[in-house]
C-alpha cells in the first residue's frame, strides 16, 4: 500500500512534523490494504476559507484526502502541541475516510490497517504523547519540576502548557516556529 503525506506550508513546524511521517510511509509500503492513501497538509490562513475533503478514485484505487490546518492557530503552537493536534486530526479523520468507501474495503481490513496507523502514532507520540501527559499530570496538581522531570521535557515547556490550560493564549507566533518561518517554503 502507498500512503503518503504532501505538504503546502510555510511559517509552522509542520514542515518539519511531515518529515517525521516519512518512516510511516515506507512501513505502509510493507501492508496490505486494497487502496492508496494521499494526504495533502496544507497550512493556510483562516481567510482562504478552505475546506478540508476527501475524494476516492475508483479507476486509481486511491483515497486522497485534502487536509485544510489554519495557519494562524498553528503558530501560536509549539512543536510538540502542532504534533499531537495534527495526530488526532490525521488518525480521526483518517477513521472517517476509511469507514466512508465500505465498498473497497472490509470493516476488518479497515480496522487492521486503523491499528497499524494507531500503534505507529502512538509509539512516535503523535497521539496521548508528551503534551497530553503533561496536562494529564498537572491536572492531578503534580509539580512543574516533577512533570519536567518525569516527562524529560524542559521546564519553560511546562509551564507553557499550565499556562494553556488556564486559557492563556499567546497573541504572538510560539518561538518553536521562528526557525520553521525563516526555512524556505514546502511547495506542493
Known amino acids: 500500500m502507498k500512503l503518503d503525506f504532501l505538504l503546502n506550508t510555510y511559517g509552522t513546524c509542520v514542515g518539519q512534523l511531515r518529515d517525521e511521517l516519512l518512516p510511516l510511509e515506507e512501513l ?27 475524494r476516492f478514485d475508483s479507476r486509481d484505487h486511491a483515497l486522497y484526502v485534502d487536509i485544510n490546518i489554519i495557519y ?44 497499524l496507523v494507531k500503534n505507529w502514532m502512538l509509539e512516535k507520540n503523535w497521539l496521548d504523547g508528551k503534551i497530553h501527559r503533561a496536562r494529564r499530570l498537572l491536572a492531578q496538581n503534580m509539580g512543574l519540576y516533577e512533570v519536567s522531570q518525569q516527562l524529560q521535557m524542559p521546564l519553560e515547556e511546562v509551564e507553557y502548557i499550565l499556562l494553556r490550560m488556564h486559557d492563556y493564549e499567546p497573541a504572538e507566533a510560539h518561538p518553536d516556529n521562528s526557525a520553521a518561518e525563516k526555512a524556505p517554503p514546502y511547495p506542493l
Open 72 to 115: 494562524e492557530h498553528y503558530q501560536r503552537l509549539s512543536k510538540n502541541e502542532q504534533r499531537e493536534a495534527l495526530g488526532i486530526y490525521l488518525y480521526q479523520y483518517m477513521s472517517e475516510s476509511v469507514a466512508k468507501y465500505k465498498k473497497h474495503a472490509d470493516k476488518e481490513t479497515q480496522d487492521q490497517l486503523l491499528i
Open 28 to 54: 505502509a509500503e510493507t501492508w496490505k490494504f486494497p487502496y492508496n492513501i494521499h494526504f495533502v497538509l496544507r497550512v493556510l490562513p483562516e481567510s482562504y476559507g478552505r475546506k478540508t475533503f476527501r
